[in-house]
């Protein structure tokens, strides 16, 4: 059953997974010794602010809140909304705090907070706007939507697989908290938005279905089996299947973690950091801390497999089972349980 505590920890556990992975992304372990001193990630590093700073991970998952929290209130207020038109809309205003221009001028309004149907802190957020590494394939598909022709399914605009289809899409199972299914297609419809390789969009409908699946009452394993049986009825998802499977299979889970996760790939494909984030998240269900530091202590994009396994037991045992003192580092706490909150009183 959802409650505030899964929303709340959920998106502050993928906020502080991505403050473990962000420092040391695409550093070799010789970078993070020469750097840090260290090769081996045990807790959030902090900036010259003292802060556990978020990546453009966070800013998104943000955004695609802002976008379904907006989805609901003019559902309520005309009887239909679509979620992917207002999450683009969203990501317009996270495109124009990342200093880049609307993708045309009559987009001026989306940056209007007068003109939403919610009262929404994220453009009035000043470390928002700060550029954190932001995914290459977001802004172009974003830069080239004219019009409001995004991605979709049906009329895709590239093929495209990176992480950045799916590290984002967190909120959306939290909507559909009591409809995995939903989830799952709102997740590969929000995806498509930029990237519409269908391993792309599969791996962030999987990863919505399982957030929804695990505040029904599952566990990763189960959630991971549950969303997957939504997948096989779906085509071109050999690969998103098979990652999946890969992350659940008991001989890995037996092996040694470190060696195992690195057989993943870099995080950088979705379906890798879906893996990567499964993966640790059962490695150490009831080890909240441990799972996202493994997940961070890769070669590669380690913020996507940290957000994703953060995300994962945060849905799954609520904000109590993370790290309080690790929640009082991360930039823009205050702002990320505000939104958590608003989205849960939208959609309970």
Known sequence: ????????????????????????????????????????????????????EISDDTQMTLFTAEGLIWAEAVRKKNGYSSIPARCFCSYQRWLYTQQYPLAQPDYEWMIQDERLEMDSPLLKTKELYHRRMPKKTCI??????????????????????????????????????????QAFEAGCDVAAITHTHPTAYYSAGVFSAMISYLLMGSTVEEAASEAVSLLERCPSAAETIGAVKQAKSKELLKAPA?????????????????????YCALRYEKEYKNAVCLAANHEGDTCAGTVICGSLLGAEHGITGLEEDWIKQIECKDLILKMACMLYSSYE
């Open 140 to 181: 172009e598909s974003l830069l080239e939507a004219k019009e409001q022709e995004y991605g979709t399914i049906i009329q895709p605009i590239n093929r495209e697989k990176g992480s950045g289809a799916v590290v984002r899409v967190a909120p959306i199972g939290l909507a559909f908290h009591d409809n995995p299914k």
């Open 1 to 52: 059953m959802s409650s505030l505590a899964s929303f709340t920890g959920c998106m502050m556990g993928g906020a502080i997974g991505d403050a473990l992975g962000y420092p040391v992304e695409f550093k070799s372990y010789d970078q993070r010794i020469a750097e840090y001193g260290q090769q081996e990630i045990k807790k959030p590093l902090l900036s010259k602010h003292e802060v556990a």
């Open 258 to 278: 470190e060696q195992a996760v690195k057989t993943f790939g870099t995080g950088a494909i979705s379906k890798d950091a879906l893996a990567i984030g499964i």
